[in-house]
Nanobody, 119 residues
Framework: LQLVESGGGLVEPGGSLRLSCAAL????????IGWYRQAPGKEREGASC????????NYIDSVKGRFTISRDNAKNTVYLQMNSLKPEDTAIYYC?????????????WGQGTQVTVSS
């Protein structure tokens, strides 16, 4: 069972990126999916989560209105559209599979993708 993130990179402040999280070896629609991030010298934090059906989403305050999480269960993929990026969004971004968004700990983790916001 594997989660694979892609779409990270270097972007200028105010720019956009779309991260993808693909599942290999299992069906993604059996899980809620969270996007987590860890900035240098900081603890990992949950940034956003989407329910199994996609009808429920949540975001931390610092990304509300700028990030959008979505899922395409037919493609077995979850996305994180990140707009109006700020230098403080610089982090390694991980996707994770959970039983539900309120679960205390993810079941599976991806390997992470680096997002750097800098001019």
């Amino acid at each position: 069972l594997q989660l694979v993130e892609s779409g990270g990179g270097l972007v200028e402040p105010g720019g956009s990126l779309r991260l993808s999280c693909a599942a290999l070896g299992f069906t993604l629609d059996a899980y809620a999916i969270g996007w987590y991030r860890q900035a240098p010298g900081k603890e990992r934090e949950g940034a956003s989560c989407i329910s199994r059906s996609g009808t429920i989403t949540n975001y931390i305050d610092s990304v509300k209105g700028r990030f959008t999480i979505s899922r395409d269960n037919a493609k077995n993929t979850v996305y994180l559209q990140m707009n109006s990026l700020k230098p403080e969004d610089t982090a390694i971004y991980y996707c994770a599979a959970l039983s539900r968004c309120s679960a205390s700990a993810p079941l599976y983790w991806g390997q992470g993708t680096q997002v750097t916001v800098s001019s």
